[in-house]
């Protein structure tokens, strides 16, 4: 039977994991993986992923009826779900194959940490981009703020087998719903073997391959995020991998606390600064099991 330090000690990291996903909006799967494997001792790696997962889950339960209930979104909302349905039509197929291959093939811990480091250095690698092309597009993005603040209710203009052509922002968009469906079946794979959520991928494709504004995007991460999610820890129980009850509850109640909590302060702190300690953070965690995997 754990002590009750080892709870607290768990409880505690999930709070700032909840936090940190609830302010940055990345890395989530990755600092829960950390605190369930290297924190906790927990050396099942399915029950790392698949308890990971529902840990992700609670962020988008969290922000999507926030998000939707903005005035801005109101005025996408019928944009946000043809896309995000789409994407998450190819999300679902992923994470069912996602989680079986990884169930079945990747459920020795020594080598889900070693692979796992690799998807560390990946993610920071993103915010790099991320960071570097906001920086980038900046005085861009201040020159057409007065423009995009009387916005028009967007309008799907053609919706077929081959392209959704469709107004939003007072610019025209087209996109392929086979390119959203493959998008949606890769990143879930992905993000399934390793339990995390992908939103690290899914807003880079969306806005950098695809072409869809910033605010769009987001609104379709967090809905694929949760159906993906939600369908990798479905199909997880369903294949018999245990959770470990006591563990997964103290967790979910310090991601519920974090990401309460996190949203309420985080006007009074640095968001780059912040960005740059996780960032930090997760480049230790990737060497550090890279190296003693």
């Given at each position: ?123 920071v690698a993103m915010m790099a981009y991320n960071i570097l092309k ?47 469906f493959i998008a949606g079946f890769i990143i879930a794979v992905l ?54 009850i006591p563990v997964l509850l103290t967790t979910l109640a310090g ?39």
């Open positions: 039977m754990q002590t009750l330090a080892y709870y607290i000690v768990g409880f505690l990291w999930a709070l700032f994991t909840g936090f940190v996903f609830s302010t940055v909006g990345a890395a989530g799967g990755i600092l829960a993986s950390f605190g369930f494997i290297t924190i906790l001792h927990v050396h099942a790696a399915n029950s790392v992923k698949v308890m990971s997962q529902i840990l992700i889950i609670v962020s988008p339960v969290v922000a999507l009826p926030i998000y939707l209930r903005q005035d801005r979104t109101k005025q996408i909302k019928t944009i946000l779900f043809y896309l995000g349905f789409i994407i998450a039509a190819g999300a679902i197929f992923g994470a069912i194959i996602g989680s079986w291959f990884s169930k079945n093939f990747l459920f020795e811990l020594k080598s889900f940490k070693y692979l796992f480091g690799y998807l560390t250095f990946l993610v906001q920086r980038r597009k900046k005085k861009t993005e201040q020159d057409k703020n007065n423009d995009e603040e009387r916005y028009n209710v967007p309008s799907i203009i053609k919706f077929s087998a081959k392209r959704i052509d469709f107004r939003c922002l007072h610019k025209d968009y087209s996109v392929s719903p086979i390119i959203l993000s399934s073997i390793f339990g995390v959520g992908g939103g690290f991928l899914i807003v880079p494709i969306l806005t950098d391959v695809i072409g869809l504004p910033v605010f769009l995007a987001a609104g379709i991460s967090i809905l694929v995020v949760f159906i993906s999610s939600l369908t990798s820890v479905t199909n997880y129980i369903r294949m018999g991998v245990p959770l470990i991601v519920v606390s974090g990401s309460i909590i996190g949203p309420k302060i985080s006007q009074l702190l640095n968001e780059k600064k912040l960005k740059y300690i996780l960032m930090a953070l997760l480049v230790f965690i990737g060497t550090f099991y890279l190296f003693k995997p």
